[in-house]
């Protein structure tokens, strides 16, 4: 198992937007990867990663990615970070619990890294070892959700961009929120009637918003409100700019301060936007100093967490050891119920380091010549 990783960490939103596959074409990537020799593939992409995780060759996955996607191989190769085995086991751990977020903790990731491993399985696209280590993380997850305060004590991105909002100008506030039918923007507006003091349009092109307090309008209507609105939040899915900089000045008539908020991976809202006298523009790629400051907070819960991962590994590594030692030695162990009985009670008892130890001597052992053991 290996995952081709490309996060905030070492490039941008922009860097990343190539690789915003809808469903069709994420099953074409999918479909383009097997027919490569790649037979075990989950594909995740979000606001601050897109990762590949699979079973196979890493640099032609690379390559494949790359070609279909239209992105620069030299420029990515800069860019990715690859890990493998254990390595790749851990930063799905890692990546699942919520410790490779910008908002360290946040919830969001959890239903994110689900969805994205069932829309592989659902189509046949995972295999027992996929299967077993996704599963293995989702619980471990879920375990440190539920035992630690990291994740009730996160604040996701957004949470933040509420927050911000509410600290733009003091009083009520009016916001137009194009997007908010997806899951970025209803949290973002949820969050945003927390505070009480926001009027609030939602810019959709198809399902209505059922909030209370929510005013849904149609999304070819959106540059009416950004005349009234004092914030614009954008979070879709869009390949398109949602609020154009010419756009937005021919339908604006009011001149006043004015927030600007993007939180798509792929940039909703023109940049140019940000020329314009009295408006600001903040993105995701603004929240990373915001949310580690954040993250500093959460260190004990923190060092609990990376307990619990741990643990879940370590009885990961050895079901993986187990399973790999018996479809290797099958006749053998099937004859020997009483040694297969010790190896059961071996991994129980042991841990994984151990574990590899004594299934590497039994492997050397017969290679050397010497027969199965027999108890």
Known sequence: MFVLSFSYKTSSAKDRECFCFDEEKTEQFLKRLASCGIHEIVY??????????????????????????????????????????????????????????????????????????????????????????????????????????????????????????????????????????GETGRTTLRNLLSYGEFEIFAAVRRSPVHEPGVTTVDYSRRYEYTDRADIIISATKSPHFTVVKDLFLENCKTQKPRLFVDLSAVHDIDPEIADIPETALITIDDFEEIARSNSEKKVDALHLAEQILDSELDSLYKELSFHRYLNKYPEQLEKNHAFLGFLYKFRDTSNSEEFDSFLGVMERAVKNGDSFPVF
């Not at 890493?58 to 254990?86: H, Q, Y």
């Not at 035992?147 to 009016?174: D, H, I, M, Q, W």
Request: with cysteine.
């Open 44 to 181: 995740l992409f979000t606001c601050n990663r897109m990762e590949v995780y699979a079973v196979g060759d890493a640099c032609k996955t690379l390559e494949v990615l790359c070609d279909f996607s239209g992105a620069p191989l030299g420029k990515m190769k800069s860019m990715v970070m690859i890990f493998e085995g254990k390595a790749a086991i851990r930063h799905l751990f890692r990546v699942t619990g919520g410790f490779e977020s910008m908002v360290v903790g946040e919830d969001e990731i959890l239903g994110q890294v689900k969805t994205a491993y069932f829309f592989s399985k659902e189509r046949g696209f995972t295999g027992y070892e996929l299967n077993t280590v996704f599963q293995s993380a989702i619980k471990d997850a879920k375990r440190i959700k539920t035992e630690t305060l990291l994740s009730r004590s996160s604040v996701s991105v957004a949470s933040l961009a509420a927050s911000y909002c509410k600290n733009f100008k003091p009083g009520r506030k009016t916001a137009l929120v194009i997007g908010a039918s």
